[in-house]
Protein backbone atom coordinates (compact mmCIF):
# COMPACT_ATOMS: atom_id res chain seq x y z
CA UNK A 1 0.00 0.00 0.00
CA UNK A 2 1.11 3.62 -0.82
CA UNK A 3 -0.81 5.53 1.87
CA UNK A 4 0.92 7.68 4.86
CA UNK A 5 -1.70 7.66 7.83
CA UNK A 6 -1.47 10.63 10.32
CA UNK A 7 -3.13 11.37 13.33
CA UNK A 8 -5.71 13.78 12.36
CA UNK A 9 -5.01 16.56 15.24
CA UNK A 10 -2.95 17.20 17.87
CA UNK A 11 -2.25 19.61 20.56
CA UNK A 12 0.77 21.12 22.77
CA UNK A 13 1.45 23.20 25.67
CA UNK A 14 3.28 26.64 24.59
CA UNK A 15 7.04 25.43 24.92
CA UNK A 16 6.46 21.57 25.35
CA UNK A 17 7.58 18.61 23.19
CA UNK A 18 4.99 17.18 20.90
CA UNK A 19 5.42 14.44 18.16
CA UNK A 20 4.10 13.97 15.18
CA UNK A 21 3.76 10.47 13.47
CA UNK A 22 2.91 9.22 9.85
CA UNK A 23 2.62 5.91 9.19
CA UNK A 24 3.07 3.70 6.29
CA UNK A 25 4.80 0.78 4.03
CA UNK A 26 7.02 2.51 1.70
CA UNK A 27 9.02 4.55 4.37
CA UNK A 28 10.55 0.68 5.40
CA UNK A 29 12.46 2.02 1.90
CA UNK A 30 12.11 5.74 1.85
CA UNK A 31 12.76 8.68 4.23
CA UNK A 32 9.74 10.83 4.75
CA UNK A 33 9.86 14.66 4.68
CA UNK A 34 7.68 16.91 6.13
CA UNK A 35 5.99 20.20 5.25
CA UNK A 36 4.51 22.75 7.25
CA UNK A 37 1.31 24.62 5.89
CA UNK A 38 -0.34 27.55 7.45
CA UNK A 39 -3.83 28.79 6.09
CA UNK A 40 -3.85 30.59 3.06
CA UNK A 41 0.28 29.92 2.05
CA UNK A 42 2.07 27.44 0.48
CA UNK A 43 3.71 24.65 2.32
CA UNK A 44 7.10 24.70 3.38
CA UNK A 45 9.73 22.18 3.74
CA UNK A 46 10.81 21.77 7.73
CA UNK A 47 12.68 17.72 7.81
CA UNK A 48 13.87 15.50 5.07
CA UNK A 49 16.13 12.39 4.75
CA UNK A 50 17.35 10.72 7.99
CA UNK A 51 17.36 14.09 9.86
CA UNK A 52 17.75 17.36 7.70
CA UNK A 53 16.79 21.20 8.05
CA UNK A 54 16.79 23.45 5.54
CA UNK A 55 18.44 26.61 6.07
CA UNK A 56 16.26 28.78 8.52
CA UNK A 57 13.94 26.19 9.76
CA UNK A 58 14.40 26.41 13.23
CA UNK A 59 16.48 23.37 15.05
CA UNK A 60 13.27 23.07 17.29
CA UNK A 61 12.06 21.15 14.59
CA UNK A 62 13.35 17.19 13.99
CA UNK A 63 12.88 14.00 11.78
CA UNK A 64 13.12 10.36 12.68
CA UNK A 65 12.14 6.93 11.29
CA UNK A 66 11.75 3.69 12.98
CA UNK A 67 10.08 0.77 11.10
CA UNK A 68 7.23 2.11 9.09
CA UNK A 69 6.81 5.17 11.07
CA UNK A 70 8.32 8.74 10.81
CA UNK A 71 8.06 11.68 13.19
CA UNK A 72 8.51 14.99 13.06
CA UNK A 73 9.02 15.97 16.64
CA UNK A 74 8.92 20.04 18.10
CA UNK A 75 10.74 20.08 20.98
CA UNK A 76 10.06 23.40 22.70
CA UNK A 77 6.68 24.17 20.87
CA UNK A 78 6.52 27.73 19.35
CA UNK A 79 3.16 29.61 19.00
CA UNK A 80 4.04 30.14 15.67
CA UNK A 81 4.54 26.40 15.16
CA UNK A 82 0.72 26.31 14.76
CA UNK A 83 -0.10 24.97 11.23
CA UNK A 84 -0.85 21.48 9.30
CA UNK A 85 1.80 19.62 8.87
CA UNK A 86 2.44 16.65 6.27
CA UNK A 87 4.93 13.92 5.49
CA UNK A 88 5.32 12.62 2.23
CA UNK A 89 7.37 9.84 0.70
CA UNK A 90 8.17 8.21 -2.28
CA UNK A 91 5.00 5.75 -3.08
CA UNK A 92 7.51 3.31 -4.65
CA UNK A 93 10.76 2.73 -6.12
CA UNK A 94 9.47 1.68 -9.50
CA UNK A 95 8.83 5.26 -10.42
CA UNK A 96 8.81 8.77 -9.17
CA UNK A 97 5.60 8.83 -7.49
CA UNK A 98 4.90 10.07 -4.24
CA UNK A 99 2.53 10.06 -1.38
CA UNK A 100 1.56 12.25 1.10
CA UNK A 101 -0.02 11.73 4.41
CA UNK A 102 -3.67 12.89 5.42
CA UNK A 103 -1.89 15.70 7.12
CA UNK A 104 -2.10 16.90 11.13
CA UNK A 105 -3.37 19.63 12.66
CA UNK A 106 -1.03 20.78 15.50
CA UNK A 107 -2.91 23.58 17.56
CA UNK A 108 -0.23 25.46 20.32
CA UNK A 109 -2.02 26.19 23.74
CA UNK B 1 16.20 34.36 -5.35
CA UNK B 2 15.49 30.84 -6.04
CA UNK B 3 11.44 30.76 -6.84
CA UNK B 4 8.52 28.96 -8.80
CA UNK B 5 6.11 31.44 -9.62
CA UNK B 6 2.31 30.23 -10.73
CA UNK B 7 -0.08 31.95 -13.32
CA UNK B 8 -2.67 33.61 -12.14
CA UNK B 9 -6.19 32.17 -10.63
CA UNK B 10 -8.88 30.39 -12.82
CA UNK B 11 -12.53 30.62 -13.31
CA UNK B 12 -13.90 27.65 -15.72
CA UNK B 13 -16.76 26.23 -17.00
CA UNK B 14 -17.17 22.85 -16.91
CA UNK B 15 -16.00 21.10 -20.67
CA UNK B 16 -13.37 23.83 -21.03
CA UNK B 17 -10.16 23.43 -21.66
CA UNK B 18 -6.55 25.03 -19.34
CA UNK B 19 -3.44 24.77 -19.32
CA UNK B 20 -1.82 26.60 -15.75
CA UNK B 21 1.69 27.18 -15.65
CA UNK B 22 5.11 27.38 -13.35
CA UNK B 23 8.04 29.54 -14.06
CA UNK B 24 11.37 28.83 -11.97
CA UNK B 25 14.00 31.53 -11.68
CA UNK B 26 17.03 31.83 -9.69
CA UNK B 27 18.62 28.12 -10.14
CA UNK B 28 19.19 25.66 -13.37
CA UNK B 29 15.71 24.72 -14.01
CA UNK B 30 17.23 22.06 -16.39
CA UNK B 31 18.36 20.22 -12.72
CA UNK B 32 15.38 19.57 -10.66
CA UNK B 33 12.25 17.46 -11.73
CA UNK B 34 8.95 20.28 -11.09
CA UNK B 35 6.11 17.91 -9.36
CA UNK B 36 2.35 19.34 -9.33
CA UNK B 37 0.10 19.41 -6.11
CA UNK B 38 -3.14 19.33 -5.84
CA UNK B 39 -5.49 20.66 -2.27
CA UNK B 40 -9.16 20.65 -2.75
CA UNK B 41 -10.40 23.31 -0.56
CA UNK B 42 -10.20 22.18 3.36
CA UNK B 43 -8.37 19.05 2.60
CA UNK B 44 -5.18 17.94 2.66
CA UNK B 45 -2.10 17.34 0.10
CA UNK B 46 -2.58 15.30 -2.94
CA UNK B 47 0.64 14.23 -5.02
CA UNK B 48 -0.25 14.36 -8.82
CA UNK B 49 2.35 13.93 -10.71
CA UNK B 50 6.43 14.70 -11.96
CA UNK B 51 8.49 15.73 -15.19
CA UNK B 52 12.26 16.58 -15.63
CA UNK B 53 13.03 19.79 -17.47
CA UNK B 54 15.55 17.95 -19.73
CA UNK B 55 13.39 15.06 -21.24
CA UNK B 56 10.00 16.07 -20.72
CA UNK B 57 10.15 12.46 -18.94
CA UNK B 58 6.76 13.03 -16.98
CA UNK B 59 5.04 10.09 -14.02
CA UNK B 60 1.96 10.36 -12.89
CA UNK B 61 0.12 9.26 -9.91
CA UNK B 62 -2.37 6.64 -10.83
CA UNK B 63 -5.44 8.85 -9.48
CA UNK B 64 -4.61 11.37 -12.20
CA UNK B 65 -2.87 9.70 -14.99
CA UNK B 66 -4.98 10.17 -17.58
CA UNK B 67 -7.05 13.10 -16.04
CA UNK B 68 -4.06 15.25 -16.75
CA UNK B 69 -1.22 16.02 -18.60
CA UNK B 70 2.07 17.92 -16.80
CA UNK B 71 4.37 19.48 -19.94
CA UNK B 72 7.36 21.45 -19.50
CA UNK B 73 9.21 23.97 -22.18
CA UNK B 74 12.77 24.45 -20.65
CA UNK B 75 13.46 27.51 -23.39
CA UNK B 76 11.43 29.78 -20.85
CA UNK B 77 12.32 27.48 -17.21
CA UNK B 78 8.41 26.66 -17.25
CA UNK B 79 6.23 23.51 -16.55
CA UNK B 80 2.92 23.13 -17.08
CA UNK B 81 -0.53 21.30 -16.22
CA UNK B 82 -3.36 20.95 -18.04
CA UNK B 83 -6.65 19.85 -18.39
CA UNK B 84 -8.72 19.19 -21.77
CA UNK B 85 -11.89 18.69 -20.38
CA UNK B 86 -12.66 20.46 -17.03
CA UNK B 87 -15.19 18.78 -14.33
CA UNK B 88 -16.44 20.66 -11.15
CA UNK B 89 -14.54 17.97 -8.70
CA UNK B 90 -11.04 20.07 -10.25
CA UNK B 91 -12.05 23.00 -8.28
CA UNK B 92 -8.67 23.88 -5.94
CA UNK B 93 -5.53 24.93 -5.26
CA UNK B 94 -2.89 23.66 -7.62
CA UNK B 95 0.64 24.24 -6.50
CA UNK B 96 4.06 22.87 -7.97
CA UNK B 97 7.27 22.29 -6.24
CA UNK B 98 11.05 21.77 -6.88
CA UNK B 99 12.54 18.33 -5.84
CA UNK B 100 15.65 18.93 -4.64
CA UNK B 101 18.36 16.02 -4.34
CA UNK B 102 18.21 12.55 -4.66
CA UNK B 103 17.29 9.76 -2.80
CA UNK B 104 17.55 8.97 0.43
CA UNK B 105 17.87 13.01 0.71
CA UNK B 106 15.20 14.46 -1.41
CA UNK B 107 12.30 16.83 -0.93
CA UNK B 108 10.33 19.37 -2.91
CA UNK B 109 12.17 22.36 -0.66
CA UNK B 110 10.55 25.50 -3.19
CA UNK B 111 7.19 25.69 -3.83
CA UNK B 112 5.30 28.11 -5.85
CA UNK B 113 2.49 30.25 -4.80
CA UNK B 114 -0.44 28.19 -6.32
CA UNK B 115 -3.15 28.71 -8.24
CA UNK B 116 -6.64 28.60 -7.40
CA UNK B 117 -8.93 26.67 -10.03
CA UNK B 118 -12.45 27.21 -9.71
CA UNK B 119 -15.00 25.15 -12.26
CA UNK B 120 -18.56 26.03 -12.12
CA UNK B 121 -21.64 26.17 -14.65
Known amino acids: SSELTQDPAVSVALGQTVRITCQGD??????ASWYQQKPGQAPVLVTY???NRPSGIPDRFSGSTSGDTASLTITGAQADDEADYYC????????????FGTGTKVTVL | EVQLVQSGAEVKKPGDSLKISCQGS????????IGWVRQKPGKGLEWMGI????????RYSPSFQGQVTISVDKSVNTAFLQWSSLRASDTGMYYC??????????????WGQGTMLIVTS
Open chain 1, 88 to 99: NSRASSANHNYV
Open chain 1, 26 to 31: SLRDFY
Open chain 1, 49 to 51: GEN
Open chain 2, 26 to 33: GYRFSTNW
Open chain 2, 51 to 58: IHPVDSDA
Open chain 2, 97 to 110: ARRRGCSPDEAFDI
